[in-house]
């Protein structure tokens, strides 16, 4: 008599492109002790689908076009009471914010798109039973940074950041601090280097993870 096979590892996909779903869907259909049972294009779609279905593990993109994005949707995925559901992310983006926030958020791992099927099956089961699971340039990115404090925002740039958080464009940045737009874009440079971020919208997200907004 053979004995029982593990139970396989039950996965909900989100991303927010079809194609790549379907691409997914199928490359985890070819695993046996994978087991796909549901997926989702949306973060709210994800967080009803979790709800209802409890997955070892969501598969989760973190751009999701409209509504929520995907740190946040991971954010509420392991916040839930008595949630036992780990959170891998699977993204082709890589910056410093884009891993810290991702991590920060409660995700188990963080994979890039381009790795191996092989990685990307041990990565699953390693977070089903909540181990760490990182690519070699995710990992590289947080030893890196680790190693390496950023510098503090001087006080203009905090002045910049909150008029960012508001929403406020550079022409009016300039009139509000009176400066030239040239010395605001110069400030943005420097503020997102600081951050590790290259879009206002990471600059603003990470500020306020990091609580330098007031």
Not at 4 to 9: L, M, S
Not at 92 to 102: C, K, P
Not at 150 to 155: E, I, K, M, S
Not at 168 to 180: E, M, T, V
Request: one cysteine or more.
């Amino acid at each position: 008599m053979t004995p029982d096979r593990a139970a396989p590892v039950r996965i909900l996909v989100c991303d927010d492109h079809a194609v790549v779903r379907a691409g997914l869907l199928a490359l985890l259909d070819s695993a046996p002790d994978i087991e796909v049972v549901g997926e989702a294009g949306t973060g709210e779609e994800a967080l009803a689908l979790a709800a209802k279905l409890t997955p070892d593990v969501v598969l989760m993109d973190l751009q999701l076009g409209e509504g929520i994005d995907g740190v946040e949707t991971t954010r509420r995925l392991t916040a839930a009471p008595g949630s036992r559901t780990y959170v891998l992310v699977l993204t082709t983006y890589d910056t410093d914010a884009d891993v810290t926030r991702a991590i920060q958020a409660g995700a188990t791992g963080h994979l890039l798109k381009a790795e191996r099927p092989d990685e990307l099956f041990a990565a699953i089961h390693a977070a089903a039973e909540g181990r760490t699971a990182l690519s070699a340039p995710v990992a590289g990115r947080v030893m890196a940074g680790l190693r390496r404090p950023r510098p503090a925002l001087t006080d203009r740039e905090r002045d910049i950041l909150a008029q960012l958080a508001r929403g406020i464009g550079n022409r009016d940045i300039a009139r509000a601090l009176y400066i030239s737009e040239a010395t605001v874009k110069t400030h943005l440079r420097r503020i997102y280097d600081k951050l590790g971020v290259d879009t206002r919208a990471g600059a603003v997200a990470v500020a306020k993870e990091r609580r330098l907004l007031p």
